[in-house]
């Protein structure tokens, strides 16, 4: 038993370079409180499998999302998912992505994390010189830097192209392991809760019991 629960450690412990920092702090501390104790140890094991689990699948639709899909949502269905700040862009976001063919529900994720409203900037985007833009409107910043990530970040041949999933953008928009796992939550969570669950189907099998009739009715 003592040589199961070595073995059992180690795929943990392997399986843990995979977790957000977070979810891996959190798994830590559970196998750390458990020393010693070896009934607290097997409900230990059971919950980091289970955070394991979750944390593997949260991503695992976004890292799978090509961003040049162009969503199906309607404007007033997005709006639902972006940061109130931002909710009165929802027909720009939708249309500028449909002419760019860019996922709007990546948009929408970037917008609520990268936002400076005081600045007409929804993007983080920075000049030459690092610092933050100002552009005269939100739309207008819309209207450009949609065409721009696109172009540099989801083209062959774009500058910073790397991929066309979450992950691969990120390496070069911000490097960054909390802004990819951000960003990739918000995507799933739009994804899922935006995309209908298809209708049961049922299956009806032909009735083979012999048909008899009462003959007192």
């Known amino acids: 038993m003592k040589h199961f629960f070595c073995l059992l450690r180690l795929f943990f412990l392997f399986c843990i370079f995979f977790l957000k920092a977070e979810n891996t702090i959190t798994v830590i501390n559970i196998l750390y409180s458990t020393k010693g104790d070896f009934k607290l140890k097997k409900t230990a094991y059971f919950l980091v499998a289970?955070?394991?689990?979750?944390?593997?699948?949260i991503t695992s639709l976004a890292s799978e999302h090509?961003?040049?899909?162009v969503s199906t949502l309607d404007a007033d269905t997005l709006r639902?998912?972006?940061?109130p700040e931002s909710r009165h862009l929802a027909e720009d976001v939708v249309r500028i992505c449909a002419e760019q063919q860019i996922s709007a529900e990546f948009i929408a994720a970037v917008m609520r994390w990268e936002r400076r409203?005081?600045?007409?900037?929804?993007f983080g985007w920075t000049g030459n010189n690092g610092r933050l833009m100002s552009f005269s409107s939100d739309l207008e910043c819309l209207e450009r830097i949609i065409p721009i990530i696109k172009k540099n970040y989801l083209t062959a041949d774009g500058k910073y192209f790397n991929g066309y999933t979450v992950d691969a953008v990120s390496i070069f928009y911000n490097n960054s392991d909390f802004w990819r796992d951000t960003i990739s939550a918000e995507v799933t969570r739009i994804l899922k809760n935006s995309t209908p669950e298809p209708p049961p189907s049922y299956i009806i099998l032909p009735c083979t019991l012999p048909l008899t009739i009462d003959p007192t009715l």
Do not use: V
Request: charged fraction near 20%; hydrophobic fraction near 45%.
């Open 117 to 122: 409203p005081d600045l007409h900037n929804w």
């Open 66 to 69: 090509d961003l040049r899909t």
């Open 50 to 57: 289970l955070i394991i689990i979750s944390a593997m699948s």
């Open 80 to 83: 639902e998912y972006m940061h």
